[in-house]
């Protein structure tokens, strides 16, 4: 009885010359999600957290430069949009106050991607590196009604420093490369703004940080 051998056929491979060029560029799109990491005072007899994390969105230019087979900088200037709501609660967990803070960043992302084998048309990486954001709604009063009918005021510094970590993957397409990215972007600096005037609820801070989530689509 004649035996048959029948061999899997090779997925085929999209050649592409991305890898192979010491600097290319594309453009991304992506969501984020924005957070506070909130500090209260040791004396302070209130809570503060973001309860509701609101989708944003990313907007930025891809700029890519290969030193390396494996390695790649990479400076991703552009811009991105969200809000946060911080709610303040009393030790009995009641909500005692709430502020909505909209941010409008001017960002400036210095990155660097070490990359893994190629597996067909995919390329896992990780990518770490310090992101330079300007808030143009910094130093702005966001005003909402306080516990006691009064208003209530939060103001941000503009300029803030983020370290960021992620990984994604590279699919090569026929003729494109699409670049799926999670990061973690965490605020180096305090961006309360202490030269404001606050109620009881807002001077009970002690520090105040921000923190994001993205996951961007890059197109190259």
């Known amino acids: 009885m004649p035996v048959v051998l029948v061999a899997q056929k090779a997925k085929p491979k999209n050649d592409s010359n991305y890898d192979d060029r010491l600097l290319h560029f594309g453009f991304s799109m992506g969501i984020n999600t924005m957070d506070f990491m909130v500090k209260m005072k040791s004396d302070s007899e209130l809570n503060a957290e973001v309860i ?56 400036f992302p210095l990155s660097l991607k070490a990359k893994g084998m190629r597996m067909n048309n995919a390329r896992p990486f ?40 992620g990984a994604g993957i590279d699919f090569y397409l026929p003729y494109f490369k699409l670049t799926i990215e999670a990061k973690m972007s965490n605020g180096l600096r305090d961006v309360l703004d202490y030269n404001a005037e606050y109620p009881y609820y807002f001077n009970e801070i002690s520090s105040l940080r921000s923190q994001m989530w993205v996951l961007s689509f890059h197109f190259e």
Do not use: C, H
């Not at 809000?83 to 409008?104: H, L, M, P």
């Not at 709604?137 to 009604?145: L, Q, R, S, T, W």
């Open 52 to 107: 509701t994390l609101k989708p944003g969105i990313n907007i930025q230019i891809v700029t890519d430069y290969r030193p390396a087979t494996y390695l790649d900088f990479r400076f991703l200037p552009g811009v991105s949009f969200g809000q946060r709501t911080i709610n303040f609660y009393d030790q009995s967990g009641a909500k005692v106050n709430s502020t909505q803070i909209e941010s409008s960043y001017l960002e």
């Open 126 to 165: 990780l990518i770490g590196g310090l992101n330079f954001r300007y808030d143009l709604a910094g130093k702005k009063e966001f005003e909402n009604p306080g516990a006691n009918g009064g208003s209530s005021y939060l103001r941000l510094n503009k300029a803030d420093l983020y370290y960021e970590v």
